[in-house]
């Protein structure tokens, strides 16, 4: 466990750190790793140890490189083993080789496999877009330095209907996509800083950073530009309501900030289709 851990922790310290400061490690310790076996010498062999920085360098850089340096360990502990003074020097060396390349591409598939699960785990699954937890963290952060900064931020509470009617007549796997298509063509019109995410079923929360008023309006004109590109040509057109509130206050919470556009969403819901309130805090 306290193996696991050091592990951990060692990995953890590795992902704060640049590319460069990484590769220097797993070269550093690679070379060592060579050295010490050359002391050691022929009667112990050290070729596990060269999995250390082996794994190091498949966990953060490309699978290609990571099979390089694989190589070049080899060749190291090749030649701080003497192997070449042995009979079936081939058949060893290509079994060392082939034992490091294969544990390379474990650890860089794992890497990909993690990436993915981490990335999962922070979207809805149908839309690709964050999922509350995921947003609730980001966005916390982002008005806390909104408000150190005294900047203007904007969220957008957005609600679309029409879903049940394409469920009801095409089925649950067209409407499935019709959301998805709908989101995707939301997502197109943000900014990279902007944060999107599905509150569940079909409705949306869209935090602005940096944005005033007018700004937000400009943002809702897009995001209805977007729902119509999509609506045109299918059957069942889906229809919207928008609830818009911009802050410049300092302690706002990001609870406070949804419940105030949540508000201003029923209240333009309540006039009917298409429609948008607006509100400011200051």
């Known amino acids: 466990m306290m193996q696991q851990s050091f592990v951990i922790r060692m990995f953890r310290y590795l992902e704060r750190q640049s590319k460069g400061t990484v590769l220097a490690i797993a070269i550093v310790l690679a070379i060592m790793t060579a050295a010490i076996d050359v002391l050691v010498g022929t009667d112990y062999s050290l070729a596990l140890f060269y999995l250390i920085p082996i794994s190091i360098m498949a966990w953060f850089f490309e699978t290609l490189y990571a099979l390089i340096f694989s190589i070049i360990c080899a060749f190291a502990w090749f030649y701080a083993n003497e192997v070449y003074t042995r009979d079936h020097v081939l058949w060893v060396m290509l079994t060392n080789i ?106 949306f929360v869209l935090f602005l950073p940096s944005t005033n008023i007018s700004a937000a309006n400009d943002a809702v004109s897009k995001i209805k530009n977007a729902i119509a590109s999509v609506n045109r040509g299918e059957e069942h057109a889906i229809s919207y309501n928008i609830g818009l509130v911009s802050c410049l206050m300092p302690n706002m919470t990001l609870e406070k900030l949804v419940a105030r556009a949540k508000k201003l969403y029923t209240e333009a819901r309540g006039k009917g289709k298409g429609g948008v309130a607006c509100g400011i805090v200051q």
Do not use: C, P
Not at 134 to 150: C, H, P, Q, S
Not at 154 to 178: C, H, I, M, P
């Open 98 to 203: 082939g034992y490091y390349l294969s544990f390379s591409v474990i650890v860089s598939r794992i890497r990909v496999l993690y990436d993915h699960q981490l990335f999962s785990a922070k979207r809805d699954q149908l839309t690709g877009i964050l999922n509350v937890t995921t947003f609730n963290e980001y966005v916390t952060n982002d008005i806390a330095l909104m408000n150190r900064g005294k900047e203007w931020f904007s969220l957008v509470y957005l609600g679309l209907e029409g879903f049940k009617e394409v469920n009801r007549s095409q089925g649950y796997v067209a409407g499935d996509t019709l959301l998805a298509a709908m989101v995707s063509s939301i997502s197109a019109q943000l900014r990279k800083t902007d944060k999107f995410a599905r509150l569940g079923g079909a409705e």
